[in-house]
């Protein structure tokens, strides 16, 4: 489903906390940059990323903090050989 924002569009709220999860492992951003939140569109009844307003609880659990750091350290480890 494309949305008139043109924005990538997740089918669920779950959907998008991991997509978010897994973007802020893939470009390691720095704490408040890049997009830091999910959102239900009004126009698309999809959700989509924000990088704008208040940063996701999600992202600070102690589970979600632990497993991005792990990854982001994993992948620059794999790097290193590169
Ligand atoms: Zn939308």
Redesign the pocket.
């Given at each position: 489903m494309k949305?008139v924002?043109g924005?990538n569009?997740y089918d669920s709220e779950e959907v998008a906390k991991e997509a978010l999860i897994q973007n802020r492992i893939r470009f390691n951003h720095r704490k408040g940059s890049g997009p830091i939140n999910i959102y239900e569109?009004s126009?698309?009844g999809?959700w989509?990323f924000t990088s704008t307003g208040v940063e996701a609880s999600f992202l600070n659990d102690d589970e979600v903090v632990k497993r991005v750091e792990k990854e982001i350290r994993l992948r620059d480890w794999a790097d290193e050989f590169n």
């Open positions: 949305c924002s924005k569009s569109c126009d698309c999809a989509h």
